[in-house]
């Protein structure tokens, strides 16, 4: 891993969200449906292409792509999520989608972007991004947890109320960890089900940052496995995990 690699996530995950942008101004948002199929389209044209030519012998995991066995034994594996997001991109003003982008090199995440296109922001591995104190900053103050907007998983609605939290309803996952990073929200907790594209570029992004993430057991997050859902998982602030997994620990998911 060189910074190279820093470099090239932060600039794929930017130019394909650009390239989303664009699409999303000329086609508007007359046919949601039709403007999601085309977003996707368009961003895992995009990075594939653009992957082949910087990185010919990296193998690649992607959520609009057909997987392929190669990839378990290949040294360098990109896992990607061209939008994640894709009813947030398709809805007129809405900012919270994201496109992904992280690599996976040597049983470890070691670089990683996730562009907020539509925020005009893209966080990185290699950049020195810290997580900052807590925005409210008073003592006793609830934490912040952010859950889906649309549909917030029951056991996550059970937390926060055992902790008196607030929830904060977001769109992508990638913009929920984002929130973590940036000191918006204190946690970001799911139990639902994922995949590995759904988490692995922000949690790149987030544990360069100093943030805590791991599987709600406390477990550490695998990525490049055959079977790439990865149900679960927490990112918070650090120094707030020990409280938050034994919570977790107390409740059924």
């Not at 896992?79 to 809805?91: F, H, K, S």
């Not at 090199?105 to 907020?116: I, N, S, T, Y």
């Not at 925020?119 to 997580?131: D, F, I, K, N, Y």
Request: charged share 25%; net charge negative.
């Amino acid at each position: 891993m060189t910074y190279d690699d820093h470099a090239c996530a932060a600039d794929l995950a930017e130019r394909a969200g650009g390239v989303l942008m664009e699409l999303r101004a000329k086609a508007g948002f007359a046919d949601p449906a039709a403007l999601r199929g085309a977003g996707d389209r368009a961003a895992q044209e995009f990075l594939a292409r653009e992957l082949a030519a910087r990185r010919p012998g990296d193998a690649v995991l992607s959520e609009e792509a057909a997987d392929s066995a190669a990839r378990l034994t290949a040294p360098r594996v990109w896992i990607i999520d061209p939008l994640d997001g894709t009813r947030e991109y398709a809805e007129d003003g809405r900012d919270d989608w994201a496109v992904h982008v992280a690599l996976w090199e040597g049983d470890r995440l070691a670089a990683g972007a996730v562009a907020l296109p539509a925020r005009g922001r893209v966080l990185a591995t290699g950049t020195g991004l810290s997580v900052p104190a807590p925005v409210s900053g008073a003592a006793g103050a609830p934490l912040r947890i952010a859950v889906s907007r649309t549909r917030p998983p029951a056991s996550v609605e059970k937390l926060g109320a055992a902790l008196g939290a607030e929830m904060v309803p977001m769109g992508s996952a990638g913009v929920k960890i984002s929130a973590v990073v940036l000191g918006m929200v204190d946690a970001y907790v799911h139990g639902g089900g994922q995949y590995e594209w759904d988490s692995a570029a922000p949690v790149a992004v987030a544990l360069s940052a100093g943030a805590h993430a791991s599987r709600l057991d406390g477990s550490p997050l695998r990525y490049n496995r055959r079977d790439p859902r990865l149900p679960d998982l927490l990112v918070c602030r650090k120094g707030l995990e020990e409280t938050l997994l034994k919570e977790i620990a107390r409740l059924e998911w």
